[in-house]
């Protein structure tokens, strides 16, 4: 089992930089690959950023360039730093944890933090 709580969001104007964060706690974090998605009102939760537990990284298209996912296992905790952002980033975003064990999946979320850009 594993907590995800993720903090960081808010209100911001449009060019403006917010870093979303999301601590991890029961297991271990280093295992999991580790996601960030978001769901604006009256739209599907997509992708933003992923980050497998090597540290490879993945991208939605409109945010490449401006996004930055981290991980550092040591705090056991998932950054999502946005730069340069835009009033269609508003939404509710979610941290995520995932692992396959075999035929298992393991699949977690965070509860989601509010990002409002402001034109």
């Known amino acids: 089992q594993v907590q995800l709580v993720e903090s960081g969001g808010g209100l911001v104007q449009a060019g403006g930089s917010l870093r979303l964060s999301c601590a991890a706690s029961?297991?271990?974090?280093?295992?999991?690959?580790m996601g960030w998605y978001r769901q604006a009102p009256g739209k599907q939760r997509e992708l933003v950023a992923t980050?497998?537990?090597?540290?490879?990284?993945n991208y939605a298209d409109s945010v490449k360039g401006r996004f930055t996912i981290s991980r550092d296992n040591a705090k056991n905790t998932v950054y999502l730093q946005m730069n340069s952002l835009k009033p269609e980033d508003t939404a509710v975003y979610y941290c995520?944890?995932?692992?396959?064990?075999?035929?298992?999946?393991?699949?977690?979320w965070g509860q989601g933090t509010q990002v409002t850009v402001s034109s």
């Open positions: 995520n944890a995932n692992r396959v064990a075999g035929v298992l999946l393991y699949d977690y």
């Open positions: 029961g297991s271990i974090f280093s295992i999991y690959a």
């Open positions: 980050i497998t537990s090597g540290g490879n990284t």
